[in-house]
């Protein structure tokens, strides 16, 4: 079954909105998440990292006025594009971590967010 | 230079035939390394991790290169279903285990 659920799966906005966008680990407590974005045909890029609790942690380039990120329980994140823009449009996902065999850790990934702005 | 570097692709191939990919990286402090797979418009998912001692599982084989800081993924007899992009995944040596992805590498098989 899947570990992680995203909210919603798709959304359309105009220019000038503010869009949410839910990330909820099922099945354990994260303490930590991650929010990436995709533009088509190119790879992921990690956005910020999202701590239970604090502050999150963003990326060089990104935004964090823009890109407003709440990590208010082990099992909720939450990413507000503010003010969405045409070049906004694109691939969110979010990822929670686990720790697995030998230590390493896998990440599981949200079915993603497609946001387009009009 | 980009931090995880892939073959460009994209890779034709016939059902059966064996396909070989590569990636190497640039921090030689990386810990962590691994194989995703991503169906078009759709979110990562692992196909495996890599290990110094290389690992297989069933027709999927990956193998880790330190000294090199290269990465390969082997696929032999290739199906259908095994049409996708595959993207080699990078754990930093920083906290959080932050992931740094190439850019992917198409492969499409035909009948």
Redesign the interface.
């Given at each position: 079954g899947a570990v992680v659920s995203q909210h919603p799966s798709r959304v359309i906005c105009k220019s000038g909105t503010s869009v949410k966008i839910e990330c909820r680990s099922l099945d354990f407590q994260a303490t930590?998440m991650?929010w990436y974005r995709q533009f088509p045909k190119?790879?992921?890029?990690?956005m910020a990292?999202s701590?239970e609790g604090s502050k999150a942690?963003y990326e060089q380039g990104v935004e964090k006025d823009k890109f407003l990120i709440n990590h208010a329980s082990l099992t909720l994140s939450t990413l507000t594009v503010t003010s969405a823009h045409p070049e906004d449009s694109s691939?969110y996902?979010c990822?929670v971590?686990s720790i697995?065999d030998?230590g390493?850790?896998?990440?599981f990934?949200?079915?993603?967010t497609?946001l387009t702005v009009l | 230079r980009k931090e995880v570097e892939q073959d460009p692709g994209p890779f034709n191939v016939p059902e059966g035939a064996t396909v070989a990919f590569n990636c190497t990286y640039s921090n030689s402090a990386s810990q962590?390394f691994?194989w995703y797979r991503q169906d078009c418009?759709?979110?990562?998912?692992?196909l495996m991790?890599v290990?110094s001692s290389g690992n297989e599982d069933g027709r999927f084989t990956a193998q880790l290169n330190r000294a090199s800081q290269y990465i390969s993924l082997l696929i032999r007899d290739s199906k259908l279903s095994d049409s996708a992009t595959y993207?080699c995944v990078v754990?930093s040596s920083g906290g959080?285990?932050?992931?740094?992805?190439?850019?992917?590498t198409r492969l499409a098989v035909h009948p």
């Open positions: 930590t991650f190119q790879s992921l890029m990690l990292t701590n942690t691939f996902i990822s971590t697995r030998r390493l850790d896998e990440q990934f949200g079915p993603g497609r | 962590s691994f418009r759709k979110e990562p998912k692992l991790s290990y993207l754990g959080y285990n932050k992931l740094i992805f190439g850019a992917g």
